[in-house]
């Protein structure tokens, strides 16, 4: 599969020659406050299945469907548990994706043949005007091939998928960084399927109890975005259990190019052949920055990416969640 891939801005011309895209079943990446989407038509399972093509994405893996309103869930869920409706209140529009019982309009395509429906309303102004000028919810998995480094650029959506899309609407980078979180509120109580933006302390507060594992036996079968390799940079990546100097030191000396994902305030001195990220110690300016200084790291041409290992706690748990599925 190959078509040209425009790379558009989000003005009110583009945005509806996006829609026309969509309506006719094509594929438009997008972006949203957490990292851009790779939307289609989610009641067309031709479009969808464009999408898990573009992506190379294995058909085990179920898509989010993306609204612009609440009542649009009707559509697409067959029904809104008390606990699901008390979650939307209170965090869409924003990064939390629900698991819903799926309802009849929506194709296997978009579920992996399963029950359920992931959901999200995003914040973003550009993905709301997107959905609100198709008309249609969206199907959106990140817009990166799979296993790879999700985007959070319009420049990190051509890296991945040039040629393999109708469109990129370019609206700089997205704010958040790193994919929402998905619970399941189909169990009681729920379950987190993937940590995410939306810190998990935050969702407990009006929740309650949630299930950390899911509760069947096989968390793959369950939420594919739980599969061990994902989301990972193309260069071999190593984690180090101090700030990563020692290691970077050791590599160059064996004669390898090493990139360094470091924390600000690391010793950097001596290191001039290194490519070097510096981050943030706050969870939530890390997130926002790591797949961006990734690809950096990647496309730097070197021959391993050494991680100085960010902290551990509850702060930290999607950051932690994604780095321990790149190595
Ligand atoms: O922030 C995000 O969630 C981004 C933006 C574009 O909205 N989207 C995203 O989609 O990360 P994707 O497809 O890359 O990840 C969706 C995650 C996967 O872990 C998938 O397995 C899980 O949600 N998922 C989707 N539908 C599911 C379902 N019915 N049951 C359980 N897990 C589901
Ligand atoms: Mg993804």
Redesign the pocket.
């Known amino acids: 599969m190959t078509c040209v891939t425009q790379v558009v801005s989000a003005g009110p011309s583009e945005l509806s020659r996006a829609a026309e895209v969509i309506r006719a079943g094509g594929l438009v990446a ?1 972006p ?7 939307g289609a038509n989610a009641f067309d399972a031709a479009a969808v299945a464009r999408v898990f093509e573009a992506k190379g ?1 294995p058909a085990t ?6 609204v612009s309103k609440v009542e649009q869930v009707d559509d697409i869920a067959s029904g809104l548990p008390a606990i699901a409706r008390r979650l939307a209140e209170r965090f869409w529009p924003g ?1 939390l ?1 629900l ?2 019982p ?1 309802g009849p309009r929506i194709p296997d395509i ?3 043949g ?5 959901v ?1 309303l ?1 914040a973003h102004p550009v ?1 709301r005007a997107l959905l609100d000028a198709s008309g249609v919810p969206l199907a ?5 091939r799979s296993t790879c480094l ?1 985007p959070t650029r319009a420049e990190h959506v051509l890296r991945g998928l040039s040629g393999r899309i109708d469109m990129v609407i370019d609206a700089g980078p997205c704010p ?1 960084g ?5 619970i ?1 509120v189909t169990t009681s109580p729920p379950t987190l ?2 940590p ?2 939306l810190p998990l302390a935050t969702i407990q507060e009006v929740v309650g109890d949630v299930t950390s594992r899911p509760t069947v036996a096989s968390p793959v079968a ?6 061990t390799r ?1 989301y990972s940079p193309l260069t071999p990546i190593e984690f180090a259990p101090d700030d990563g100097r020692r290691r970077v030191v050791e590599l160059i000396d064996q004669g390898l190019r090493v990139g360094w994902l470091a924390f600000e305030g690391s010793q950097i001195a001596g290191l001039s052949s290194a490519a070097i990220e510096s981050m943030p110690d706050e969870p939530a300016s890390y997130a926002a920055r790591m797949y961006d200084a990734l690809h950096r790291l990647d496309l730097a041409g070197v021959d391993r990416i050494v991680v100085a290992l960010p902290p551990e706690g509850d702060a930290w748990l999607a950051i932690h969640d994604r780095l321990g599925r790149m190595g």
């Open positions: 997008f949203t406050e957490t990292v851009y989407g790779l994405r893996n179920p898509v989010i469907v993306h990064p994706t698991v819903l799926r978009v579920a992996a399963g029950p359920t429906v992931a999200r995003p993905a959106g998995p990140s817009a990166n999700s958040g790193i994919e929402s979180t998905v399941d399927l993937r995410g933006l369950r939420s594919p975005g739980q599969m994902h």
